[in-house]
C-alpha cells in the first residue's frame, strides 16, 4: 500500500564527484514505522529509503521521513542524506484511497 505520494522526481548529488543522479519519487516505497498516541489521535510517521552506489563508488543514501497529524496532514517532513545531498524538497501527500 502506498501511504505517501509525491508527483514529482527529485535530484541527488554525489559529495564525491558531482553526479547528479534522478530518482523518480514513485519508486519510493513507504513503510508505516512508528505510531504515537495524542490528543487529536495517532500520529503516524512514515518512512522510506534508497541506496545507491555511484560510478566513483560512493555509497549514498537517503531515508526520508513523514508524520501524519492529525488524520490526513503532513504536519513535517524531513530527510536524512549520507554521501549525497538532495537538491530538490519533495511535495508529498498522503494516499487516505
Ligand atoms: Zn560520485
Known amino acids: 500500500m502506498q501511504f ?3 508527483k514529482e522526481n527529485y535530484q541527488y548529488k554525489c559529495k564525491k564527484c558531482n ?3 534522478n530518482l523518480k519519487s514513485s519508486e519510493l516505497e513507504w513503510r508505516l514505522t512508528e505510531s ?3 490528543t487529536q489521535g495517532l500520529e503516524n510517521m512514515y518512512t522510506a529509503s534508497i541506496h545507491s552506489r555511484c560510478r566513483c563508488g560512493q555509497e549514498m543514501g537517503i531515508e526520508f521521513t513523514v508524520w501524519e497529524y492529525p488524520k490526513g496532514v503532513i504536519n513535517c517532513q524531513d530527510n536524512q542524506a549520507s ?3 538532495v537538491l530538490n524538497k519533495l511535495e ?3 494516499d487516505n484511497g
Open 92 to 94: 508529498m501527500k498522503l
Open 19 to 21: 553526479r547528479i543522479t
Open 83 to 85: 554521501g549525497c545531498i
Open 36 to 38: 504515537y498516541s495524542r
Open 4 to 6: 505517501v505520494i509525491s
